[in-house]
């Protein structure tokens, strides 16, 4: 099975802009969790989406938002760019095997820059 | 107090030795555990996952969980510099249904040849 991807894999922007992350889970998984890593607060969760709905919502500002498609693939936004947005943005997918797997796999992951 | 503790080590051991790495957890309703091991500059990759008490082993990697002591660790036997990068405990509670999983600082291993 192919493991999860996201694309863009570097993004270069400047402060007040605004961009957006894609993630697809691996086939099969309708959970995908995202996660924003950074050196000083290591890996915090954002939000987790499920059969297109936010299920699990983390401690950031509404600049942060995603959403899920029908098809399981995801997506995340954040508006209003600032300088401490700069992070690895890792996707996470799991499967709900009777509701009971919580194993998340996650993909390489998209290394944004704020400049 | 910090919900996932981890030493930050670096953890050195030489090769072949056994490499114990340990985790703490405050929430008492957390009943999923998990190991993950990340190299520089990568994602991370699941190694364990664990949710009874006792041993689960899996290869030269086992883990152990002692919901009495919130405490899980992962061993590492014959360890070989490949093995070198940072472990890092998650957990999830189980009792608010989230998938959430909140993480320990993680610990840094190196194996020396």
């Known amino acids: 099975k192919a493991g999860v991807t996201q694309t863009p894999r570097y993004l270069i922007k400047t402060r007040g802009q605004q961009v957006t992350l894609s993630c697809s889970p691996i086939?099969?998984?309708?959970?995908v969790s995202w996660y924003q890593q950074t050196p000083g607060q290591g890996l915090q969760f954002l939000f987790e989406?499920?059969?297109?709905?936010?299920?699990n919502k983390g401690n950031f500002p509404g600049r942060f938002s995603g959403r899920q498609f029908s098809n399981s693939r995801s997506e995340m936004n954040v508006s209003t760019l600032e300088l401490g947005d700069s992070a690895l943005y890792l996707c996470?997918?799991?499967?709900?095997?009777?509701?009971?797997?919580?194993?998340?796999?996650f993909g390489p992951g998209t290394r944004l820059t704020v400049t | 107090q910090k919900e996932v503790e981890q030493n930050s080590g670096p953890l050195s051991v030489p090769e072949g030795a056994i490499a114990s790495l340990n985790c703490t957890y405050s929430?008492?309703?957390?009943?999923?555990f998990f190991w993950y091991r990340q190299y520089s500059g990568k994602s991370p990759e699941l190694i364990m996952s664990?949710?009874?008490?006792g041993d689960k082993e899996d290869g030269r990697f086992t883990a152990q969980l002692n919901k009495a002591s919130q405490y899980v660790s992962l061993l590492i036997r014959d360890s070989q510099p490949s093995d070198s990068a940072t472990y890092l405990c998650?957990?999830?509670?189980?009792?608010?249904?989230?998938?959430?999983?909140?993480f320990g600082s993680g610990t840094r291993l190196q194996v020396q040849p």
């Open positions: 996470a997918s799991s499967s709900e095997v009777r509701g009971q797997t919580y194993e998340q796999y």
């Open positions: 086939s099969g998984h309708r959970s």
């Open positions: 989406y499920f059969s297109e709905t936010q299920r």
């Open positions: 929430d008492r309703v957390s009943q999923s």
């Open positions: 664990i949710y009874s008490n």
């Open positions: 998650a957990v999830i509670p189980m009792d608010t249904g989230r998938r959430a999983l909140t």
